[in-house]
Structure formats: C-alpha cells, structure tokens
C-alpha cells in the first residue's frame, strides 16, 4: 500500500451505533489530520495530531473520539452520532505539522451516513 | 478569521477551451496556497502549492498565480480535456499556523 489508506470506504450507522474510522499513511510523516466534508460546505479541519500528540481540537462534539496509536495510524471513534454529522471523512498527513512546503496528502475517504 | 471564496461555483466547457479558476481569500497574511483536485467520491490532490513568496507555479497544462496584496489566486488550464472535470479546490495555510481554509471548490465539467 502506497500514500493514505482509509476504511472502510462507505459506512452507514444508527444513532446508537459505536464505529470507527481509521487511517493508515505509508509517507514516513509526522503529522495526521481530520477533516469533514459536508455538502456545500468547505472542508472543515476536526483534528490534528504531531509526533502522536493531539495538538488541534477545532471545537469538534465529544461524539467523535480521535486516537493517535503511532505516527502512522489515525482512528476516529464516532458514538451516538446525529444525522448531520452524516458527511465526508478525509484523513491526511503531512512531514511536519509547521516548518517546510507541508503539502497534505489526503486519503479517499470515508463516506458515512448517519440513519 | 480567514475566508476563501471560489468563483465560478460550477464551470461547463467544451473540450479545447482555456479556462481560469479564481480563488480569493481575506486575510493576506498568508503561508502558501495550494490548488487540489478532487474526483467524485475521492480524497485530494494536490495540484499546485505556491509560497507566499512566490507569484506563481506551473505543472504541465496548469498555471497557478497568486497575488497576496489583493486576495487572489487563479488556476488557469490550458486546452482542456475531458479527464480534467473534477472538483477543484483552492486552500490558504495561515501566517502563523499550520491550518489549511479552504474553499468551497468549483465543480468542472469538460465536455467532449
């Protein structure tokens, strides 16, 4: 496997449902992000994590649970989600979280839908 | 608080054409900007990323400028081609962090 990788590509959960997202990079970088695309809405960043600590929480619902194991595994735990928080889960990664170029390089995605 | 704004929302061209997306942005204190590209139901691309520094970037048939002072970007595609239609993405990273603003992108279509 070469670049970002997320599972599962699709998932559809109740609300009562406890899921999880997860993200591989196979870059060597230090820095992974979350990211949720709604419709016609701009990608909004959820989380960051450098070295596997958290360093961002932009104000993301105590219902998305993110896990940081290793450089190079990103979970997102989701529990008792809404039907809003039906969207585009985009994970990325970059070599450093501030110095350099830092072009992210950014998985397929997990598309969920919230019934 | 940054905003980026893309204009048009959604372009259709026939094939052949040149054509010019544009991307403003409010803050100018900027790091970079970049260009992504975005197919139906996939992550992002990166395309092009231009330094604050810099005026513009090219990569084959794409040309991206950026002018800080006004606010401005645009991604210019030169004899399109019907693999080009995708959504494409226009992204400022912050003076002093590292957060990506995105826009809201500008759906083409290239038509054979």
């Known amino acids: 496997e070469t670049g970002v990788t997320q599972t599962p590509r699709h998932l559809v959960m109740g609300m009562t449902n406890k899921k999880s997202l997860k993200c591989e990079q196979h870059?060597?970088?230090?820095?992974m992000y979350w990211y949720k695309q709604s419709a016609k809405k701009p990608l909004e960043l959820m989380f960051v994590?450098?070295?596997?600590?958290?360093?961002e929480n932009n104000s993301v619902p105590s219902r998305f649970s993110p896990e940081c194991p290793n450089s190079s595994h990103l979970f997102l735990h989701l529990h008792t989600l809404q039907p809003e928080d039906s969207a585009l889960y985009l994970c990325a990664s970059s070599q450093d979280r501030v110095s350099g170029p830092d072009t992210q390089y950014f998985g397929p995605g997990t598309r969920l839908t919230v019934l | 608080k940054q905003e980026v704004t893309q204009i048009p929302a959604a372009l259709s061209v026939p094939e052949g054409e040149n054509l010019v997306l544009n991307c403003s942005f409010t803050?100018?204190?900027?790091?970079?900007l970049q260009w992504f590209r975005q197919d139906p139901g996939k992550g992002l691309t990166s395309l092009l990323l231009?330094?604050?520094?810099?005026r513009e970037q090219t990569s084959g048939r794409l040309n991206a400028s950026l002018d800080k002072s006004s606010g401005r970007s645009t991604l210019y595609i030169a004899a399109s081609q019907p693999g080009d239609s995708a959504t494409y993405l226009c992204?400022?990273?912050?003076?002093?962090?590292?957060?990506?603003?995105f826009g809201k992108g500008t759906l083409l279509t290239v038509n054979p």
């Open positions: 803050d100018s204190a900027i790091y970079n």
């Open positions: 231009i330094q604050s520094s810099q």
């Open positions: 994590y450098s070295l596997e600590e958290r360093v």
């Open positions: 992204a400022v990273r912050g003076g002093s962090n590292y957060k990506l603003t």
């Open positions: 870059l060597g970088h230090n820095a």
